[in-house]
C-alpha cells in the first residue's frame, strides 16, 4: 500500500519539494471503495483526480450497445481523473473497482489552492500530469494506428 509520504516518488507529484508535497498532502482526501463500485461515471460531471493507494480499477467506455469496453486496467501508484483538474468537462469514460480500493482524491478547488499558495508547486504538477496526459494519448494514437494499419493491410490483400 503507498502511503501518502511515498507519493512524492511517483510521476504526478515528482520534483515536488518537501514543504510542496508537505502542502498537497494536506489537500488529499481519502477514500474507499469496495469491489465492483462505480467510483466514476462517464457523462457526469467531475471535480476531482484519483491517485490509487491500494487496489485495481478498470478504465471502461459505453459503446453504442450499452455494452462497456475495458480501455485500461489501473493499479496501485497509476492515478485516474486528471483531466478534470484542467479542462472541467463531463467524464469521458468510466471507472469500476476491480477489488477493495483505497484512493486519496485532490480536487479542482485543491488546485486553486496550490495556486495561490505555492506557484512553483502547482506549475510542477500541471507539469506532471500534463506528461502523463501525452503519455496516455500517446499510448491511444499507437493502438488507433496499429488497428487501423490491420485493417488497410487485410483490405489490400
Same mark, same amino acid.
Given at each position: !500500500?503507498?502511503? &501518502? ?6 510521476? %504526478?507529484?515528482?520534483?515536488?519539494? +518537501?514543504? @510542496?508535497m ?12 469496495? *469491489?465492483?463500485? !462505480? ?9 476531482? #483526480? ?13 459503446? &453504442?450497445?450499452?455494452? /462497456? ?7 496501485? @501508484?497509476?492515478?485516474?481523473?486528471? #483531466?478534470?483538474?484542467? $479542462?472541467?468537462?463531463? =467524464?469521458?469514460?468510466?471507472? =469500476?473497482a476491480?477489488?477493495? %480500493?483505497?484512493?486519496?482524491? %485532490?480536487?479542482?478547488? +485543491? #488546485? /486553486?489552492?496550490?495556486?495561490?499558495? $505555492? ?7 500541471? !507539469?506532471?500530469? *500534463?506528461?502523463?496526459i501525452?503519455?496516455? %494519448?500517446?499510448? #491511444? +494514437? ?6 487501423? /494499419? @490491420? ?7
Amino acid at each position: !500500500m503507498i502511503e &501518502p509520504q511515498d507519493l512524492q516518488q511517483h510521476a %504526478l507529484f515528482g520534483g515536488l519539494s +518537501d514543504v @510542496g508535497m508537505a502542502f498537497v498532502q494536506s489537500l488529499f482526501k481519502s477514500s474507499s471503495y469496495s *469491489s465492483g463500485d !462505480m467510483i466514476v461515471s462517464e457523462g457526469e460531471r467531475g471535480n476531482r #483526480m484519483f491517485f490509487i493507494c491500494c487496489g485495481n480499477v478498470e478504465v471502461i467506455k459505453k459503446g &453504442p450497445s450499452n455494452s /462497456y469496453t475495458r480501455l485500461a486496467t489501473l493499479h496501485e @501508484g497509476n492515478s485516474f481523473g486528471e #483531466m478534470e483538474l484542467i $479542462d472541467i468537462q463531463t =467524464r469521458s469514460a468510466s471507472v =469500476r473497482a476491480l477489488d477493495d %480500493l483505497e484512493v486519496l482524491t %485532490l480536487r479542482h478547488q +485543491d #488546485m /486553486y489552492a496550490i495556486f495561490e499558495q $505555492d506557484k512553483d508547486t502547482f506549475i510542477l504538477i500541471l !507539469m506532471n500530469i *500534463s506528461r502523463e496526459i501525452s503519455r496516455r %494519448l500517446r499510448k #491511444m +494514437d499507437a493502438l488507433v494506428a496499429s488497428s487501423l /494499419y @490491420g485493417k488497410a493491410s487485410s483490405l489490400a490483400n
